[in-house]
């Protein structure tokens, strides 16, 4: 069965560094999704992203947040400089439906985030 | 605004019991989809089932069924014959046909042998 994939599992980064998280969404998917889930509290919406563009984004998603479509396979978050307070659970979401529907977003395994 | 609203932090159940996690929800939206996730200690979000607001039919997939009051904004899961393997944080999230999940703040479901 096709599942989301995410890379890494976990990074370990410094305050002020650069990250950026890897996602493969389903391949026949067209809308891909980034969540964020601080530990011990609800899995909050960041960004998505459809035929190559931001279609919403939250106000956690501030500059120092990009997203990208690099090639045909990969969907990456990139953190410019990084937070304590980013240090959370990364999750990746894709999901099939055309614009003006909803279809299930499925998700990937996260990628925990830990900011030192 | 949108919100969901889980109010059982934490729940228990036998093993081969039933049990109901609920979740209530408000949006201005007539056209919306409700969903149920889990998260085991690998934190990894399984979709558990989904309901289209359309659909006077509750949804159902094996032993999970949801009961959908729409007129109430209520909508509880319930786990038949539950499983040690049901042990997880269940979140119930809210889809107004903007792609964008709202989700409630969980339920951690314990599952005693």
């Known amino acids: 069965e096709p599942e989301v994939t995410q890379t890494p599992s976990h990074q370990v980064t410094q305050m002020g560094q650069e990250v950026i998280l890897r996602c493969v969404p389903i391949?026949?998917?067209?809308?891909f999704y980034w969540y964020r889930q601080i530990l011990g509290q609800k899995v909050e919406f960041l960004v998505s992203?459809?035929?190559?563009?931001?279609?919403?984004k939250s106000e956690i998603f501030d500059d120092q947040f990009s997203v990208e479509r690099p090639d045909g396979s990969n969907f990456t978050l990139k953190i410019r400089s990084t937070k304590l307070e980013d240090s959370a659970m990364y999750f990746c979401?894709?999901?099939?439906?055309?614009?003006?529907?909803?279809?299930?977003?499925?998700f990937g395994p996260g990628t925990r985030l830990t900011v030192l | 605004a949108q919100t969901v609203t889980q109010s059982q932090p934490e729940m228990s159940v036998q093993e081969a019991e039933t049990v109901t996690l609920s979740c209530t929800y408000d949006t201005s939206e007539s056209d919306y989809y409700l969903f149920w996730y889990k998260q085991p200690p690998s934190r990894q979000m399984i979709l558990v089932i989904r309901?289209?607001?359309?659909?006077?039919q509750n949804a159902t997939e094996n032993r999970f069924s949801v009961n959908f009051q729409k007129a109430a904004k209520s909508f509880s899961l319930k786990i038949s014959d539950s499983q040690l393997g049901d042990a997880a944080m269940y979140f119930c999230a809210l889809d107004s046909n903007t792609g964008k999940l709202i989700f409630g703040q969980g339920t951690t479901l314990q599952v005693k042998p």
């Open positions: 992203f459809y035929n190559n563009e931001i279609s919403e």
């Open positions: 979401a894709s999901s099939e439906a055309a614009q003006g529907s909803t279809d299930t977003q499925y």
């Open positions: 309901q289209e607001a359309y659909k006077q």
């Open positions: 391949s026949n998917h067209l809308y």
